[in-house]
Nanobody, 112 residues
Framework: EVQLVESGGGLVQPGGSLRLSCVASGFTFSSYDMRWVRQAPGKGLEWVSVISSGGDITYYADSVKGRFTISRDNAKNTLYLQLNSLKTEDTAMYYC?????RGQGTQVTVSS
């Protein structure tokens, strides 16, 4: 059974930072690209970033490029998302995804 468990969200002021984690199980983590998506209140899912199975190739949505960094530790079956220079518009539930699976999400709220 595929399981994805996100953590690390919270309330942060504009300009602040957070590091999200996603622990994966139930599949061979190191064999798959992994993605982060987010959903702001009242809006649809937005793709944020993707990382290749080996971690050497990454892509970002224009809205987060230069501020967010995706990474992974295949030995720990864990995906990360470093969020820097946070803006109020980054407020959303953040999910890691594998194929059609996603976790329960972790809430990021950016507010002064």
């Amino acid at each position: 059974e595929v399981q994805l468990v996100e953590s690390g969200g919270g309330l942060v002021q504009p300009g602040g930072s957070l590091r999200l984690s996603c622990v994966a199980s139930g599949f061979t983590f190191s064999s798959y690209d992994m993605r982060w998506v987010r959903q702001a209140p009242g809006k649809g899912l937005e793709w944020v970033s993707v990382i290749s199975s080996g971690g050497d190739i990454t892509y970002y949505a224009d809205s987060v490029k230069g501020r967010f960094t995706i990474s992974r530790d295949n030995a720990k079956n864990t995906l990360y998302l470093q969020l820097n220079s946070l803006k109020t518009e980054d407020t959303a539930m953040y999910y890691c995804t594998h194929e059609n699976y996603r976790g329960q999400g972790t809430q990021v709220t950016v507010s002064s």
